[in-house]
């Protein structure tokens, strides 16, 4: 579970980044300045989804702290501007925090069965 948030999180951080990317510069040729913000919150999302992707293999819980931050700024700064595909990635956030959750737990059953060996 937590190779599989890894590689989705590194992914789909490339992704982000480069809509983020256009919707800045579309927005700041465009004079919406809107827009062109949401672009940037767009940029802090890729940030948290890089931290959340780097820790998800040996820490799980910081991802998943990562992704509901990711997931709570990627929902606001889209359902407030005009760069509505910030949403979506505030919901495949956290899904992804789930998703971590479910690995720290996966984590914590494998410790506990290395100290009963």
Known sequence: MRIAVTIL??????????QSCAATVGGSLGQNQSTSNAGAMGFFVVFLFLVAGAFAMSFPIVSVVAFVLAGAVALAAGLSSDFSDLAVWGF?????????????????????EQRVR
């Open 9 to 18: 999180s590194l992914g789909l951080m490339l992704v982000i980044g480069f």
């Open 92 to 112: 495949a956030a956290l899904i992804l925090a789930v998703m971590s959750y479910f690995g720290h737990r996966e984590k914590q059953r494998k410790k506990v």
